[in-house]
């Protein structure tokens, strides 16, 4: 018989809900615990998903004996600190993406992981998406032939949101590429890896929040083109080039359904459903990892995250995007 992965949730904001809605319908697992700032908040919580335990603090939550992996749904501002309050405490711990706001952070909660033993993982689901699984696939049996172009973009409205919340609050870590860029970025570096320039211009808030970016990576023989921004809406549907055909992936490409394969004059269609949003997937992936010992995951390891944020921390560079609290 499996063992059952205990699970805890730190943060219990909306994406803490969706999160949540297919953790509880996962077997071999179960949510023993969540843990809020507000006693209140964890309480409710717990009751919509008949949790046995809830703290009114992430310490509360991270000293229960009752769970076993923790995962992070906090701000990205505090996604460093909070992840090594957990591990230092003997959490295995998820984390919403982006594991960290910059590299330098990213490399502290490595380095915690490895001290204590524990499994760390940024939570990129897009990466466990069966279409994403899919077209890795046909791209390494060469049914586009030689990669020469991306194309992804990620925006949607948001300056109707509070300046006080998380996308256009600088103190937060908002704007754009943290929040939603880190996607067209991923899709570039999962199929060509890392670039040999980089070219990115930013537009920005009246908070001070980057709310537009443009972002070109230049590869010896492909390039990516990419964008996200919280002024406007999107497409959201990506589009993978080759030598010999053209994926494209069914919007919104981070959670796509599906995707169309052009080639030989020829379009054909292939329908690959998630269970819910999609994060049931991640999920699965961290509880085998547990199961099997694993302190960190073959599909998205520690590595591609510390890639990832060496990625935006030179795309902010570029752009001149810089938080308060880096300095």
Known sequence: MEKEIRWGIAGLGNIAHKFAEELVQLPGCRLMGVGSRNYEKASSFAQTYNVPFYFGSYDELFRSEEVDVVYIATPHNSHADISI???NAGKHVLCEKPLAVNRKEALEMVEVAKDKNVFLMEALWTRFNPSILKVLDRIESGDIGKLAYVKADFAFYALDKEEEGRLLNPELAGGSILDIGIYPIFLAYLLLGMPDK????????????????????????????LYSGLNSNSEMKAEISGTEGTIYLDPRWHHTQGYTLDSNGQQDHYNHPTIGMGYTYEIKEVNSCLRQGKTQSKLWSLQNSLDMLELMDEVRAKSKVVFPFEG
Do not use: H, R, V
């Not at 001070?208 to 023989?221: K, L, P, R």
């Open 85 to 87: 309050g957990a591990m």
């Open 198 to 225: 980089i070219f990115a211009t930013s537009n920005f808030y009246k908070t001070g929040a980057e709310i537009q970016t443009s972002m070109i990576f230049s590869y010896q023989e492909a390039q990516a083109i």
